[in-house]
């Protein structure tokens, strides 16, 4: 690391991520419109501005950061879901290989304190790593329930894979009204 910008090769990696579709996604040949990984941090992130008020024992610019860099190493290694065939230990190391060389392009500085923020995620022994993982959780299914209305299609693997994942305020309370909003639309369209 150097203590100057490679902005060219950092604007080229970070731009690889508006264009790398969240692979869950992809394996439904329904969905034309397959969000990507840029499209779910900057959206993760928004959400974490809103619980400020919230959720005070938090330091939320810290969660933002967090939001921003938990999913960067995807630039490199792409999108690895646990139906890749990719143990969790070969993804870990895939993606903080990838971490490290995207932080090669940033000062020394600011590519240490990125790559803690991606650790205190990864490692999930901080308030603000496990409110970004359940924000993390929450996006997918908000996402899953805009399929389902727009698409036709039924996701519910993903709310499956999710039940337990949502233990704290305001996540709880978003999970419920978001599944209630699904089964109600789920009603009226059967009848």
């Known amino acids: 690391m150097v203590n100057s910008i490679d902005i060219l090769k950092l604007g080229e990696v970070v731009g690889n991520l508006k264009h790398l579709k969240r692979t869950g996604w992809t394996k439904w040949s329904e969905i034309k419109e397959v969000e990507t990984v840029a499209c779910h941090m900057y959206r993760m992130a ?38 890749c065939g990719v143990s ?62 727009t698409y036709n299609i039924d ?6 894979s999710t039940e337990k994942s949502f233990f704290e305020a305001p996540f709880i309370e978003w999970n419920d009204t978001l599944r209630n909003s699904r089964n109600e639309f789920k009603s009226r369209k059967c009848t």
Not at 49 to 77: F, N, Q, T, W
Not at 92 to 118: C, H, M, R, S, V
Not at 155 to 160: G, V, Y
Request: proline residues 4%.
């Open 46 to 83: 928004l959400f974490s501005m809103s619980i400020k008020e919230l959720r005070p024992d938090l330091d939320i610019d810290r969660v933002i950061k967090i939001c921003l860099v938990h999913d960067l190493a995807e630039a490199l290694v792409g999108d690895i879901t646990p139906h």
């Open 88 to 149: 969790d230990l070969e993804k870990f190391t895939l993606e903080k290989e990838g971490f490290q060389k995207i932080i090669n392009y940033l000062p020394k500085k600011t590519g240490d304190e990125w790559y803690e923020y991606w650790m205190e995620y990864e490692k999930q022994e901080t308030p603000e790593a496990r409110c970004v993982k359940q924000l993390d959780k929450y996006d997918m299914i908000a996402q899953a329930y805009y399929y389902e209305k």
């Open 155 to 160: 996701l519910s693997d993903f709310f499956n």
